[in-house]
């Protein structure tokens, strides 16, 4: 998870023509060739401990997804087009091989064999980075990737699987039926459990954020006018309960009344989500974020960073 983001850094920074970016990409690209990307698998290994001695015995959904938005970008910037490939194999494991079947919902958490395990932390379902259960934002944040992957390969002359786009819109349809405005109150849950009822009841303002992203990226990758509401209801609920207009920023968690929370996150700490929310829809779905910044004449954007 965390040489994922790493990785994108490191390639947006060498976009941005920073001092030192070529040297990070190339150590994190020597570790995630070395380490973390299997071959046999298709996929990313989890985590190891810091001698590298020992793996742990855990696949995950959410590092395999968040490698795929570093692939993208690394493929930008190194034109190597095995980091399209892998991306793509990622996305056939996780999204086709076992969300689309389990009626579109992501499934998050496999042990190291890729065997599903649907009970991982159910004793502990707020956890903020592995919760139990499906999670909304992760199915609103792949839709929004498998278009990006699409457009990639069309960019590179790759063929690009016509199940891209279909899982895309069943990603977004279920993620907007099971877990908008269903408890009561406006918003989207952060978990559902395999049921598709509520576990953790609280609004995460990165979930609304993918929301918004991938609303705007189907809306491009199809014209179709329903994903324009989506993308204006989530903006008029963000800018309703999220954006707080007395400190600044966005509240990052609410509760079930959207009251600001932090049971599950505390504090404002991510810019990221809120970040590519404002510019992603206003680019073109491929190239990645920094170099269609720079691509559409925004380098005094990418280099103030």
Known sequence: YLHAFVALAASSAVVAGRPGAQALLEQVVEVIETR????????????FDRIWSREEAYRGANSNMHSVEAFLALANVTHDPRWLARA????????????????????????????????????????PFRPYGSTPGHAFEWARLLLHLEAALIDAVHPAPTWLVAAARGLFDQACRTAWNVDGAPGLVYTLDWNDTPVVRQ??????????????????RTGEHAFEHWYRCFWEFAAGHLLDHEHGSWHHELDEQNRPSAAVWGGKPDLYHAWQAVLLPRLPLAPSLASGLARLGGESIVTGW
């Open 203 to 220: 609004r995460m303002h990165w979930v609304v954020t993918e929301a918004i992203a991938a609303s705007a990226a189907l809306l491009r």
């Open 88 to 127: 793509l194999r990622i996305a056939e494991r996780v999204i086709h091989r076992h969300a689309v079947p389990n009626h579109h919902r992501v499934i998050e958490h496999f042990h190291a064999d890729w065997a599903v395990d649907l009970e991982y932390n159910h004793g502990r379902p707020a956890d």
């Open 36 to 47: 973390f990307w299997s071959e046999e698998e298709g996929a990313m290994r989890e985590s």
